[in-house]
């Protein structure tokens, strides 16, 4: 982390125990009116910090800044040998953007970008991605392949990874909507934005970026259009160091292996997650929206639907926006 003003207050109340502003104005060697000020910016970032007078300030936010010490020291063997990069940024635009700027420039397989916030994070179909400060993941992993049609349904062996990975931290009611959407219940979690930059002879670089609410601040989350979750709600959010190691065990070593086993091995695990499967819904293509009954997934990794004259159509991930019928 620099070594601003701003992030050494950061590091002062990261133990979120209340810090008087005078103590903090003599740490940091400012006037009190300028913590006063640093501290607005902090909440413009997101944080939620209590300030009372008599104890000063204190951060509400369950607030872990990023660590790659302790990243690498909670990393498997195989992971630890297929991460080649690990860097960590206070402010980006997207780290899926970052990593594609750097995929560009020659960035080896298995960099991986995070970030403390994101000013411009996307989601699907060009959605804003609520990113506040210091207790979400913004993680993207770059990896190289050499066809780019190994590569068909990794969003949903992705899927898997994740809710495995959130599995051994103890997060139990995990489920995935098609073809990119965490759920907590049937709540939003998370979401995978997957970016491919073609290269010569036919080889791809692939981007796999990941969104995943661990504490979201409720003023924050009445801007989201849809039903929100974060991992606060289901007994606590765990360790975002700790966190960020459990999805790097399961991913790296998924993204290495994907081009020889593709989507097959992945397939049953993530049909016994799918929260819509057998559900009513409408595909909506650009105008045209189609509706039917979510009868499964192709081996392909593509949404079969059964439309309301009976028949069977399937779907790419890329172009379509599911909505439920029977859910709000």
């Known amino acids: 982390m620099v070594d601003t003003i701003r992030n050494r207050l950061l590091r002062l109340l990261a133990d979120r125990r209340f810090h008087s502003g005078a103590a903090i104005a003599a740490e940091l060697g400012v006037s009190r009116t300028s913590v006063w000020k640093w501290v607005r910016e902090l909440e413009n970032l997101g944080l939620e910090i209590a300030a009372l007078p008599g104890k000063g300030y204190r951060v509400l936010s369950p607030l872990e800044l990023l660590d790659s010490a302790v990243i690498r020291q909670h990393l498997g063997p195989e992971a630890a ?27 080896a397989a298995g960099t991986v970008c995070l970030a403390e ?102 003023r924050l989350g009445r801007a989201i259009d849809q039903p929100w979750a974060d991992l606060s709600m ?46 009513e819904a409408v595909i909506h293509q650009g105008e045209t929206r189609t509706l039917g009954r979510i009868e499964d997934i192709s081996a392909a990794g593509l949404l079969i639907l059964r439309c309301a004259d009976g028949r069977l159509r399937e779907f790419a991930s890329g172009d379509v926006r599911l909505r439920a019928l029977d859910h709000g």
């Open 81 to 107: 040998a297929s991460l080649t990069a690990l860097l960590i940024h206070d402010q980006l635009d997207s780290t899926n953007t970052q990593l594609m700027r750097l995929a560009a420039e020659g960035a």
């Open 117 to 218: 916030t994101q000013t411009a994070g996307r989601g699907r179909i060009g959605r804003e991605w609520v990113s506040p400060f210091g207790s979400n993941i913004y993680l993207s992993l770059l990896w190289r392949y050499e066809d780019t049609s190994r590569i068909a349904g990794l969003s949903l062996a992705v899927g898997v990874g994740v809710v495995r990975a959130l599995a051994g931290l103890g997060v139990a009611d995990i489920g995935l909507k098609w073809p990119n959407d965490l759920l907590l219940g049937e709540r939003k979690l998370g979401g995978l934005l997957i970016e491919v930059a073609g290269e010569a002879h036919g080889r791809c670089a692939v981007v796999v970026g990941l969104g995943l609410n661990r504490y979201l601040p409720p």
């Open 234 to 279: 289901n007994g606590g959010p765990p360790p975002r160091n700790r966190l960020v190691a459990a999805l790097l065990d399961e991913l790296l070593p998924l993204l290495d292996r994907y081009a020889a086993v593709g989507l097959a091995p992945y397939l049953p695990e993530w049909r016994g997650h799918h929260r819509w499967q057998g559900r």
